[in-house]
């Protein structure tokens, strides 16, 4: 490894690179669902999509479409944060071409549909109620970037959680090889242990709070 920043390549052979295809690996799992006994997998994944749902129908109450779409964007976005910690599967959501991809997409989807048929709504939110009239140009112009930069905003935010705690991970794991003291690598070992433990937790709330700030984008437009 040449560079700290070669792990999260996606390509590993110049030829043959199936890297992304842990992307689709939640495909995998639909079969399950049409046994005729369930299995383990299956109540936990019902178990899963009831919580989430239940989470989801409190800020949208509007649409019971709207639900399905963010509540298969958590389950999309975990999922491929949560399979990059393992070994030798590449971490899509570490890459701005994914996550810009995902949260433009949907922004513009969002600010497409808002256009054709709440356009009025959609420009009242740019001078917020009681605002001065002497600062009502300036409120359009803040308001109007800060709507423009949500999919940035959306899509930094998981790719340098993600970044971050994968640095660490292979910073520590680098220099393990260094340690001959057997003490300090058994502290190297705890750490690296709590910091995985860590990054479980982060790939879950990352998936979170990008399904739950593009839910309050969605109910703002």
């Known amino acids: 490894m040449m560079n700290l920043f ?36 299956t109540f936990l994944w019902i178990l899963l999509t009831n919580y989430i749902f239940n989470e989801f129908k409190i800020l949208i109450s509007y649409s019971f479409s ?28 570490s890459h701005m071409s994914f996550c810009l991809s995902l949260s433009l997409s949907l922004w513009i989807s ?11 709504n959609l420009l009242t939110h740019l001078t917020p109620s009681g605002t001065p009239f002497m600062l009502m140009p300036f409120m359009v112009i ?9 999919p940035l905003t959306l899509s930094i935010r998981l790719t340098a959680n993600m970044i971050a705690g994968h640095l660490l991970l292979t910073l520590l794991g680098s220099s393990g090889l260094n340690i001959s003291n057997s003490l300090m690598l058994f502290i190297l070992i705890f750490t ?12 879950m709330i990352q998936a979170y709070v990008f399904s739950i700030l593009s839910t309050l984008y969605s109910s703002e437009t």
């Not at 390549?9 to 939640?26: E, K, R, Y």
């Not at 690296?192 to 790939?203: G, R, W």
């Open 6 to 41: 070669s792990i999260f390549d996606p390509s590993t052979s110049p030829s043959f690179t199936l890297n992304w295809l842990s992307i689709f690996i939640l495909f995998f799992m639909l079969p399950y669902q049409f046994w005729l006994l369930p299995s383990r997998i």
């Open 66 to 93: 709207n639900i399905i779409i963010f509540t298969s964007l958590i389950l999309f976005i975990f999922l491929n944060n949560f399979l990059g910690l393992f070994p030798y599967i590449f971490t899509a959501s």
């Open 110 to 120: 969002l600010m497409l549909y808002s256009i054709l048929n709440y356009l009025n």
């Open 142 to 150: 803040i308001e109007s970037i800060s709507l423009i930069i949500r």
């Open 192 to 203: 690296q242990i709590l910091l995985y433990i860590l990054e479980i937790a982060v790939s």
